[in-house]
Structure formats: C-alpha cells, structure tokens
C-alpha cells in the first residue's frame, strides 16, 4: 500500500509512515524476518553517518594535498618582494593559460558503474573546489611579507589588494598613490557632473567621504567623462542604474569607452516620482576603500566576465559564495565581439564577513575568461 504525504507537512507525513507501518505489522501478522520501516530508515541513516566521516576524511586529505600543490607552483616564483606572486599570477600574459593546465585534472569514472553520471558530476565539483583552494592559498601566498608591522594591518591590506590588481595601461607612473603614506579619504577633489537636482544630491553625498571636493559642470555626459579620461579632473559622476529602467547600459557604455572605475556609488531617490537612482563617482583606475571607510558601509566588487562551457557563470558564484561574496546583481550584457559566442555577464558581488578579496581577484585572473575589474567601492 503506498504512503502518502499529508498537507506536504514532514510530521503528518512521519505520523502516516508509521501508522502504515503498524499496519503492516498487524497484516503481516509479525512474520518472522519482518524489520520496521523506522528501523531500516535508521540503519540507513547509521551507514550514510559512516560515509559523512570519511568524506569529512576525504576533506582534510584533500585539503593537505592542495597545500603541498600549492608549494610546488610557488616554487618556480621569485619570493624577495611581497609583490613577486603577484607579478606573476596576473601580469605575466602566459601564466593563466599554464595554471589552467597545472590545476586541471582528468578524473576518470569507470565505464559502467551504476552511478556514472552521479560521480562524473562530483568529480567535476571537486575539480572546482581545488580550483578555488589552489586560488586561495597563492592569493596568501605572501601574507607575512604584507604584516610586517601589526600596528599597520590596515594599510598593508590596501597596499596586498592594490599590488594584486592588476595595473591599468593608461596610469601614468606619478599617479599612483602612495599608499604607505595615504590618509583614508582623498583630498583636493575636482568632480565633474552634468548638474541638476539629483546630481547635486550625488555630489553632496560623495563630499562626505571626499576631502575639499570641488564641482565642476559640464553640458552632457561625454563631457562629464573626458575631463576625467583627460585629467580636467580627478572625478566624474554618471547614474549607472534606477528602479524605474533598471541597469543604464548607454552610461556603462560611457564607463566602457572611457575605461573608468567605480570608487564609491550612493542612491538619490526622486520625490516628485519616488524613483531611485544609483549614482557612481568614478576615477581613472581602481581605487582600494581602506578599513577605516567600509566600517560601517557595504563593500561591492564589480566586474564584467565571459562564460563558456570551461568557465560557466555558475562556477563563477560559486567562487564568489566561497569566498564569502553575495552575488547581489547579475545582468547579461553584449559580448566584446560579434562573432564571440561566449555571454558576457556584469556581476556585483557585496563582501560580507570574512570576505577574501584577493582570493576572488585571483581566481578571476587565472581562470575566469575577459575579466575585467570594474571597481572595489563602498555605498555611501
């Protein structure tokens, strides 16, 4: 007699599996060999308890192994800087096609077996997970070189992110900042945006976290973007998305064109119509927020991938959620090239705790196809 679910509730349903169960005995008339269906459940339970200690086994094997895995790549890399893993992980061009190769393993089911297609696919998950650890321990690779001075963890943090991200062509050598020697916020800000009403109110948020912030005007957007792409200023401020349209694609456009970088974004919302606008400042490379800013605001990465059968978006988030990122917007966008049949994707991912930055940096830059770092930013 088969078993039914009551009212799709787990305890109804326990009640009517053991009422069928006394049943059964009752008709059976306790024939010998009979074992409860609550018996077999338990037994089964018992044995699958079994196999979640050797998994867990499995686990920290694994885990070992990785690390020795991890010894072996770092050992073909000069260690005298904080920096040199860095170096090599994502500014020499050929070092992500080796990694590709050095961290895939061909993992081989026995043709045959009842569950073939059940353990292709855990292989395949257990493939990416050492993926993501093999990520994870050359992000870290240097730790102690950057805590030199534990009194200074903080600007040591922003010093391992800036060295990790990778340099953007256009950045002359007297821009980048002196990190060892930056204060927290920025001074001497000249910020460029078309003004009205809600542009203001994006400005005068911004100014919080900005030091003597200046506006200048300008016409329309492309305008508001060379000044910034031409050194007119050192900030611009473009809408990127609202409640009414969603995502802006003719600003990311402008983001694209001009190659800017998200530094901080704020939301103006409209009392006339109560729509709400997500305002970036942007600057000319990427920027790194440093503790003392994001202590009490959310922390946001950015970045625009392309996914394909090697690296579908799936294995992305799954990266992300490992590293304790929240996927928080994901929009398709169109792909580089005409002819490219790989999707591009924009993803904003919001750090919570425990978040591992450069782990996910790292894992982008080796594995992930087209990515690019659209900006490390805070929500003011």
């Not at 460029?192 to 203001?200: E, I, S």
């Amino acid at each position: 007699m088969p078993i039914f679910w009551k009212n799709g509730r787990e305890g109804d349903a326990q009640r009517m599996l053991f009422d069928r169960e006394d049943e059964y005995r009752e008709n059976s008339g306790r024939r010998a060999g009979y074992l409860a269906v609550g018996e077999k459940l338990r037994i089964t339970d018992a044995n699958l308890a079994r196999l979640d200690t050797v998994i867990a086994n499995t686990a920290e094997m694994r885990h070992a192994l990785i690390a020795e895995k991890v010894r072996a790549i770092l050992s073909a890399i000069s260690n005298e800087y904080p920096d040199d893993v860095y170096d090599r992980l994502v500014r020499e061009e050929r070092f992500p096609e080796t990694f590709a190769q050095i961290s895939r393993r061909e993992q081989l089911v026995t043709e045959g077996a009842c569950s073939e297609e059940e353990i292709a696919r855990a292989f395949a998950a257990a493939s990416a997970e050492e993926r993501i650890d093999l990520c994870r321990g050359l992000a870290h690779a240097n730790d102690r070189m950057y805590l030199v001075t534990p009194d200074r963890m903080d600007a040591h943090w922003v010093r391992m992110l800036t060295d990790l991200v990778r340099e953007e062509e256009h950045t002359d050598d007297d821009m980048t900042p002196d990190l060892e020697a930056r204060a927290p916020r920025a001074a001497g800000e000249r910020v460029a945006y078309l003004r009205n009403t809600y542009t203001d109110a994006a400005f005068d948020a911004f100014s919080r976290v900005l030091r003597a912030a200046a506006s200048t005007y300008y016409s329309d957007f492309p305008g508001v973007c060379e000044a910034l792409y031409y050194d007119r200023a050192s900030a611009c401020i473009l809408p990127l998305e609202n409640t009414s349209d969603g995502k802006l694609s003719r600003f990311y456009s402008l983001l694209t064109k001009y190659d800017l970088r998200i530094a901080y974004v704020t939301s103006v919302t409209a009392d006339d119509t109560d729509v709400t606008t997500r305002y970036a400042l942007l600057r000319r490379a990427i920027t790194v927020p440093h503790p003392e800013e994001y202590d009490h605001l959310g922390l946001y990465l950015e970045c625009r991938v392309l996914t394909d059968e090697d690296m579908p978006l799936y294995r992305i988030l799954a990266a992300a959620d490992a590293y304790h990122l929240t996927t928080t917007r994901v929009d398709t966008v169109s792909g580089p090239y005409e002819d490219d049949d790989r999707s591009a994707c924009d993803l904003i991912l919001r750090a919570e705790d425990g978040a591992d930055l450069p782990a996910m940096l790292t894992y982008c830059y080796l594995l992930v196809p087209g990515f690019t770092l659209l900006g490390i930013y805070l929500d003011v």
